[in-house]
């Protein structure tokens, strides 16, 4: 009971250790695409020169654009690096349309509290944009493993999570897994090893 129990912690503690770092570098490239599409977004309209300045709605569709690319490169290569899958314009096509429904989400709790609750405080449009953040990027994250980055590796979860599921798995079914039968072959080796050299009784006499 003892084994089986330390075998489940250690399968758990594995699963929430990979996913606690997979989150951090989510959350890292998220920021990252974000700041680029700010820093777009003001270059192109309040930079030097003002080059868009006339066009805010052309310059956020670009900011936009750049940042996904960023984002999907950053995902791609470092958060989901183990799901990457070989097709890469079906994957950032898949992509986009994930980001294009994390940002649906987020108008929509903006659309919500305006229209909806009737709220039009600074106050009340910053809390609905950062509860649209939120489920948006709960959205997204699930999204990418479910879709876009579907291909997982031989590396993922790493392989102590592999074994110690196959521990545990061996733990609570008995002889059933791949550890217990190396284990009896290994107890039928013990047992034969001695047998060969015994004296029968007739040949001592």
Request: glycine share 14%; aromatic share 10%; charged share 15%.
């Amino acid at each position: 009971m003892l084994s089986t129990v330390t075998s489940v912690y250690r399968v758990l503690r594995d699963f929430v250790v990979t996913r606690f770092w997979e989150l951090l570098r989510f959350g890292s490239v998220g920021g990252v695409a974000f700041l680029v599409d700010m820093g777009v977004f003001n270059l192109l309209v309040h930079g030097p020169g003002e080059i868009l300045g006339h066009k805010p709605l052309v310059s956020r569709g670009i900011a936009v654009g750049v940042a996904t690319i960023v984002a999907w490169i950053g995902n791609r290569y470092w958060t989901f690096t183990a799901r990457k899958t070989s097709n890469r314009v079906r994957e950032f096509a898949g992509f986009a349309v994930v980001n294009v429904g994390g940002l649906l989400i987020s108008v929509g709790c903006l659309a919500f509290s305006r229209y909806v609750l009737g709220l039009s405080s600074v106050v009340a449009d910053n809390a609905a944009n950062m509860v649209g953040l939120v489920l948006g990027m709960i959205f997204r994250y699930f999204a990418y493993r479910a879709f876009v980055f579907t291909e997982p590796h031989d590396g993922e979860g790493g392989g102590a999570g592999a074994a110690g599921s196959a521990t545990a798995s061996d733990a609570v079914h008995g002889s059933d897994g791949p550890a217990s039968h190396a284990a009896e072959r290994g107890s039928d080796h013990a047992d034969a090893a001695p047998s060969r050299g015994a004296v029968t009784p007739q040949a001592s006499l």
